[in-house]
């Protein structure tokens, strides 16, 4: 039975700026049914986030060496608990996210990462699920009954990108020493998925909407579409699994899937 009160996992929030959604993502980690400690990171320390750090009352830490795989890096080398997730500052967390992550590791003490669906949010709206979304929760079913399966994982994995970085919780202990590729930019989550994916352990997935990733004109995501960023990190990750043939025939569908992000 996992204690309500205490648990040995941190969020991490990776704070720029000063977003307008910081605030609604703090309160959404701090209604969580199962407690966390909060951290927060930040590449672009200002008075905004010190004055949010003290108002709720956690550490804040910064760096001037700031990029997405740096940011996250940083994060995690502040976290001293088993578990971590790092929070992006425009995103809601449903109060049972944790509780269903960390049972989730409960039941397999091997996990490498554990992680739940999610849905878009625009204009503080629910987006219905697209056919993009429907498509991810396909790919991902056969990690519901195939948590250890390597070769499984990584056909999931040769399709694309579904799982959504925010949505993950990760066993720093399994992971061991484990960092993002800094080198990248966009695609960095799925190159750390690829990686992780090789080694021995349980992926743990959840098809449970238990966040609400935001999408907005402001954000990293729209703007390394816009310029071709994703495009070429994606092709990368395709020439990963596939011969370069194959791996341009599917960039020619993936591209579509960016499409909510533009809109």
């Known amino acids: 039975m996992i204690n309500k009160q205490t648990n040995n996992h941190t969020f991490v929030i990776c704070a720029y700026k000063e977003s ?20 927060m990171v930040t590449s672009t320390p200002n008075d905004y986030l010190a004055q949010i750090a ?21 994060g995690l080398s502040k976290v001293t608990t088993k578990y971590a997730t790092i929070a992006h500052q425009d995103d809601i967390y449903c109060p049972e996210y944790l509780q269903t992550c960390m049972g989730m590791f409960q039941k397999n003490p091997d996990a490498l990462i554990a992680f739940t669906d999610y849905d878009e949010m625009k204009d503080n709206q629910v987006i219905p699920k697209s056919r993009n979304m429907k498509i991810k929760r396909i790919l991902l079913a056969p990690l519901k009954y195939f948590k250890h399966n390597r070769l499984i994982r990584n056909r999931v994995l040769a399709l694309g990108c579904a799982i959504c970085c925010p949505a993950v919780t990760y066993n720093l202990h399994t992971l061991s020493n484990f960092q993002f590729n800094h080198q990248m930019t966009v695609s960095l989550d799925w190159e750390a998925w690829y990686r992780i994916a ?4 349980a992926f743990c997935y959840s098809d449970r909407s238990l966040m609400y990733h935001r999408i907005h004109e402001e ?5 390394a579409i816009q310029d071709s960023r994703r495009e070429q990190e994606d092709q990368y990750m395709f020439e990963k699994f596939w011969p370069k043939w194959m791996a341009n025939f599917l960039m020619k569908f993936y591209s579509k899937s960016q499409d909510s992000n533009n809109g």
Request: hydrophobic share 30%.
């Open 20 to 39: 307008p959604y910081l605030e609604q993502a703090i309160e959404s980690l701090l209604n969580q049914t199962l407690k966390s400690q909060i951290i």
């Open 54 to 74: 003290s108002k709720y009352q956690f550490p804040i830490f910064s760096h001037r060496d700031g990029s997405i795989g740096k940011d996250w890096n940083f």
């Open 198 to 201: 090789q080694k021995k352990g």
């Open 219 to 223: 954000s990293e995501t729209t703007q």
